[in-house]
């Protein structure tokens, strides 16, 4: 994929267009991602060579760092919505998928740090499916 997408913010007091190619597409099942997304995995897009253009604001986007770690997550601070960050000195960007306003032509490439996952992710395959909230 390399063409210009759009992401936002839940709120739309952040928004971002993001040029080039994403390499990889992982669902990680970290601890850390599990607390940075409240849910079974995080769904992060990478790239070595991305460029990021924030359109609109860019003083909203804060960024957590787990000290001594790599891990860090970037957020709305009006709404908490996850964002871009940028690791390892701008050495590489990712993206939390949920925040693209575009649809990407990419499927995930695996799951990460499956042995780290949630115990009550198991068979989520088998749960009832709605198309809307429950009844």
Not at 35 to 57: C, E, M, P, R, Y
Not at 86 to 98: I, K, Q, Y
């Amino acid at each position: 994929m390399s063409k210009v997408i759009t992401g936002s913010c839940q709120c739309g007091s952040v928004r971002f267009q993001i040029s080039g190619a994403f390499e990889k597409f992982f669902l990680c099942h970290c601890k850390r991602c599990r607390k940075d997304t409240g849910s079974a995995h995080a769904a992060n897009l990478f790239s070595s060579t991305a460029v990021i253009s924030w359109l609109q604001g860019d003083h909203e986007v804060k960024s957590f760092k787990i000290p001594e770690t790599q891990h860090e997550k970037s957020f709305c601070s009006v709404c908490g919505s996850a964002l871009p960050t940028t690791r390892m000195n701008s050495a590489f960007l990712v993206v939390p998928a949920g925040c693209l306003d575009d649809p990407i032509d990419l499927q995930p490439h695996a799951h990460i740090c499956y042995s780290d996952r949630a115990n009550w992710d198991e068979g989520l395959d088998q749960v009832q499916k709605l198309d809307g909230l429950p009844g």
